[in-house]
């Protein structure tokens, strides 16, 4: 495997998912450009059928008919990831990227007790004996803040709250070490002070042995407080992308403004973004934010505006923004 430093551990270019259904044709993702360093931790946000969970399915090689991925390059460490068979990409999931569900209970299998879980994972990529398989599960049931870990292991799913599964879930995608964690709304459903009990800890724990992480979110709040850099995504593209050091004290685009404007916070006016994200059957001429945008003005709703590069690793799609050069066409 290539070990570049100054390459993105994760690149994505021009990627189109597609889902042919009886109504048409949904362009779930469209003709997005992204990449991940190594230890970089990146929020993707926007709202629900923004394509999301659908780029993340994309990367991970796990979009089902009637889904697919209908153009663009995946690469991994340099590895083309379209170009792997079904049996490769599950060799590569939980060494090189893991995943982490957003629902723990679809993750984790009710009849089996939760140590032969991690057994199962672990000895799909390694030859690891089975007292060092406990060992391992463990140590990692540890690192992710679970009290008493070998009662856990002896047990299933069902005697787990959804906080602790949730736990157990992350600890199985971390015990192998993989050098990106790919992660879906992972928290969310949870009590407040639990979903930020666990990110602290997760988030420390892959900052500290510089694991990469995507972390697929609707809320900014964890982005502000986790991520190094934020990737907006609305209609199926990338909107504004940047550190959040930046993005969140002058976002760039409308959109970003309007979702930041949209986090409750003490003493400041609440204001809900108006409108829906519009179909991606019939695509939208122009900007896709126009119709909710409140700075729209004469070319917005026929010509599309080019996601331009504003600064040093600081994109924005809006004809408001002064880019220094325009990166994608669409
Ligand atoms: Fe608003 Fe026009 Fe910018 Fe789109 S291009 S975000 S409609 S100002």
């Known amino acids: 495997m290539a070990n570049d430093v100054t390459q993105p551990l994760l690149e994505v270019k021009d990627l189109h998912t597609r889902f042919h259904t009886h109504r048409g044709i949904v362009q779930a993702v469209n003709g997005i450009s992204f990449g991940i360093r190594e230890g970089e931790l990146v929020g993707l946000v926007g709202e629900t059928g923004c394509g999301k969970s659908v780029t993340a399915r994309s990367v991970l090689g796990l979009v089902r008919p009637p889904g697919r991925i209908a153009e663009g390059r995946i690469t991994y460490d340099g590895i083309d990831l379209r170009s792997l068979s079904r049996r490769e990409f599950r060799k590569l999931r939980g060494t090189g990227i893991s995943f982490v569900p957003q629902n723990p209970w679809g993750a984790l299998n009710p009849i089996l007790r939760i140590e032969r879980q991690f057994r199962n994972v672990i000895r799909a990529h390694t030859d690891a004996s089975r007292q060092e398989c406990w060992d391992m599960s463990?140590?990692?049931?540890?690192?992710?803040?679970?009290?008493?870990?070998?009662?856990?292991?002896?047990?299933?799913?069902?005697?787990?709250?959804?906080?602790?599964?949730?736990?157990?879930?992350?600890?199985?995608?971390?015990?192998?070490?993989?050098?990106?964690?790919?992660?879906?709304?992972?928290?969310?459903?949870?009590?407040?002070?639990i979903q930020r009990q666990i990110l602290d800890m997760v988030m420390q724990l892959l900052e500290e042995e510089r694991r990469a992480m995507l972390l697929v979110t609707h809320d900014l709040g964890v982005v502000a407080q986790y991520c190094h850099r934020v990737i907006v995504m609305y209609a199926g593209k990338i909107v504004e992308e940047g550190p959040v050091s930046e993005v969140f004290v002058e976002p760039a685009h409308p959109y970003t403004q309007a979702l930041l404007a949209a986090i409750p916070r003490p003493g400041h006016k609440l204001v809900s973004l108006r409108g829906r994200v519009p179909s991606l059957i019939d695509y939208p001429a122009g900007c896709p934010f126009h119709d909710r945008c409140d700075f729209a003005f004469e070319p917005c709703s026929a010509e599309e505006p080019l996601l331009c590069e504003l600064s040093t690793g600081r994109r924005s799609a809006c004809h408001l923004s002064k880019g220094v050069s325009e990166l994608d066409a669409r």
Do not use: C, F
Not at 141 to 169: C, D, F, N, T, W
Not at 170 to 188: G, H, K, S, Y
């Open 138 to 193: 463990l140590a990692m049931l540890q690192k992710v803040g679970i009290q008493g870990p070998e009662r856990i292991l002896k047990g299933y799913a069902h005697q787990l709250s959804g906080g602790m599964a949730q736990r157990v879930v992350m600890a199985i995608a971390l015990v192998l070490n993989p050098r990106l964690v790919i992660a879906d709304e992972p928290t969310t459903g949870l009590d407040v002070t």
